[in-house]
């Protein structure tokens, strides 16, 4: 369906690829691989090497894993600012030692990246900006929209859904003001499809929102991150 001139945050809301290629031409591809490279602490001749300034880098032609996706997008609601996401926070012997601690190994990287003005990604305002825009996706017309509503989300989120050509893959990546969570479905073989018309919307955005409704709920219960992946989804 053609809609004619349709904001930015429009485009989003419907996903509109045309207008996501448009502006990248705009804007300039190098300018989209130096703002991956940041969000994924990446040197930029190691950003460089990995993403081509192609046209199509607009609709995600390259490959990301899904950790890669949800550290690209927390800088969203972090207000700009790079995350720095570990798997095991330390690890200590059978007396209680701690042999390795990498939570704070994280802060004193954090903090040196703050001291070398290396933290910030985009600015607050873009960071916002960008949140109410993506917001909009699990609004009522939006890509995201039955899935909510199947699901009965009234909580504050943001997220995108996505799909590849032959709907190989599916994803919804989206957040809260504390909480990053994505999800892909999909084959590791790209030839092989989830089946006509199973877009992020359809196949991957209900998982995330039944996860999200109940680790919101674990959240609001004053509970840990432990318990969120202690929680099995029905």
Known sequence: MYY????LEFALKKSLNS???QLAQEIGPDCIIELIGKSLDMHMGEAAKRFQPYPSLALGVYSFSPLEIARAFSVFPNRGEKVYPIGITRIKDEEGHVLVDYESEQKKRRAQDDI????RVISEKTADTITHMLSEVLKKGGTAFDAMQEHKITFDAAGKTGTTDNYSDAWFIGYTQTLVVAVWIGFDNPSHSLG???TGGIVAAPVWARFMKRAVGVEKKGKTLVEYQQMRVY
């Open 4 to 7: 004619g001139e349709v904001t």
């Open 19 to 21: 207008v996501a290629v």
């Open 116 to 119: 070398e003005d290396n933290l």
């Open 196 to 198: 006509q018309d199973q």
